[in-house]
């Protein structure tokens, strides 16, 4: 008898030109960040999001390190990011020795909460405590973060806003001030992430999308070792080598092509996911806010042990025990030993997320018949039970 085939969380979608491009690579010996496929991945993706510059890199986190490094945030320096998101949203922050006040969530989009930030620097101007340098909102699991009060706050204070948008790639605003505007488009520098688990991959890799022509600069410098032009091995600052290869670069600009058709394939699947589980007592969509063009990245429920019967655990282990893939939400960074000591703002909603949410088998190459395997198996304790 034949093995029930597995179906994992979200993997990635490699079709199009990304093999004739690496052949490319192979055929002219362009291997390493220099060739013509980073130029090209930069332009397409900054046309793609509606940025005036793109700087490709190494990785998400490096993209983010860079950044932070622009903007000169330092040791004494504090920086706000959301307490719901994957560490590495946080590490560059401590990199340069600066602190990271870990913001909890908003319910009804799971990102930073505004109104808890504003309450905070309000507070602080009142009794003439310091300010954060820079706040970063993170788009969590591909829904943008509501940055209106925030734009206004940080241009009212001489706030730099950062955005962390390395799991919504394609996430845009449908109305309010920055409608049609792409998510990482609208704080001073975003960044992305190109790693294996996201909507396009370079197998690791990272964008910094900015419209300042010398922070673009200056990124490009600071990931190829701040070496200056010339033949001689002279660098005038300490920079990093966190450029993207040339390899890496030509699959991005394959994965760009098709990024149209991924979206269109998440969006399909919650919506999929939408129609089987509305209604269903005890088991909440994830957030798609009418202002909103969220990517479903990865598509993520929250349930309720007492209505639906099955706690998170319990219902990640049945899904396991069908070979169906699933994972918590982010722990919320607070929660763990690295940032148990980081100072705090806001109360427990990113850890009740945590303790109720699941992400579910996205993969833009998820067939209907496997999804509906998936449904089945979360539904199914419930009509047994009828
Ligand atoms: C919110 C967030 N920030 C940063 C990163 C870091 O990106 P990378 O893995 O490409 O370094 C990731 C994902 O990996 C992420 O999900």
């Given at each position: 008898m034949s093995e029930t085939p597995p179906i994992p969380l979200c993997e990635p979608y490699l079709r199009g030109n990304a093999g004739a491009y690496l052949g490319e690579c192979l055929a002219t010996n362009y291997v390493s960040s220099i060739g013509p496929f980073v130029e090209r991945f930069e332009r397409e993706f900054a046309a793609h999001v509606g940025a005036r510059f793109a700087v490709a890199c190494a990785s998400g986190t490096a993209a983010l390190h860079t950044a932070f490094r622009l903007l000169g945030i330092e040791k004494g320096d504090e920086v706000f990011v959301s307490t719901l998101t994957f560490i590495a949203s946080a590490n560059p922050v401590l990199y340069e020795g600066a602190t990271p006040v870990l913001v909890d969530s908003e319910m009804s989009s799971?990102?930073?909460?505004?109104?808890?930030?504003?309450?905070?620097?309000?507070?602080?101007?009142?009794?003439?405590?310091?300010?954060?340098?820079?706040?970063?909102?993170?788009?969590?699991?591909?829904?943008?973060?509501?940055?209106?009060?925030?734009?206004?706050?940080?241009?009212?204070?001489?706030?730099?806003?950062?955005?962390?948008?390395?799991?919504?790639?394609?996430?845009?605003?449908?109305?309010?001030?920055?409608?049609?505007?792409?998510?990482?488009?609208?704080?001073?520098?975003?960044?992305?992430?190109f790693n294996g688990n996201k909507i396009i991959t370079t197998g690791g890799g990272g964008m910094i999308a900015t419209d300042d022509e010398s922070l673009a600069r200056r990124a490009r410098h600071l990931t190829t070792q701040a070496k200056l032009p010339g033949v001689?091995?002279?660098?005038?600052?300490?920079?990093?080598?966190?450029?993207?290869?040339?390899?890496?670069?030509?699959?991005?600009?394959?994965?760009?092509?098709?990024?149209?058709?991924?979206?269109?394939?998440?969006?399909?699947?919650?919506?999929?996911?939408?129609?089987?589980?509305?209604?269903?007592?005890?088991?909440?969509?994830?957030?798609?806010?009418?202002?909103?063009?969220?990517?479903?990245?990865?598509?993520?429920?929250?349930?309720?042990?007492?209505?639906?019967?099955l706690d998170r655990t319990a219902l990640f282990e049945r899904l396991r025990a069908q070979r169906i893939q699933s994972r918590p939400l982010w722990k919320p960074l607070h929660t763990m030993a690295v940032y148990r000591d980081s100072p705090r703002l806001g109360g427990a909603v990113a850890e009740g997320l945590f303790a109720r949410g699941l992400s579910l088998p996205c993969s833009v190459g998820l067939t209907d018949l496997d999804q509906d395997r998936v449904i089945d198996a979360v539904l199914s304790h419930r009509q047994r039970g009828r």
């Open positions: 799971w990102n930073m909460d505004a109104g808890r930030v504003i309450e905070e620097i309000e507070a602080r101007i009142r009794s003439r405590r310091k300010l954060p340098k820079a706040i970063e909102p993170v788009h969590v699991l591909g829904h943008p973060a509501a940055l209106d009060r925030l734009v206004e706050l940080c241009d009212r204070h001489g706030i730099v806003l950062i955005e962390d948008a390395a799991e919504a790639l394609g996430a845009r605003y449908r109305e309010g001030p920055f409608r049609g505007r792409h998510v990482g488009t609208v704080g001073r520098l975003g960044c992305f992430s001689e091995y002279d660098h005038d600052e300490v920079g990093y080598n966190y450029r993207l290869s040339n390899l890496a670069a030509a699959v991005g600009v394959a994965q760009l092509e098709i990024l149209p058709e991924c979206l269109a394939r998440k969006r399909e699947i919650a919506a999929r996911y939408q129609k089987a589980f509305s209604g269903v007592e005890g088991l909440s969509l994830p957030p798609a806010c009418s202002w909103a063009d969220p990517t479903f990245w990865l598509y993520s429920v929250l349930i309720d042990p007492d209505t639906f019967g």
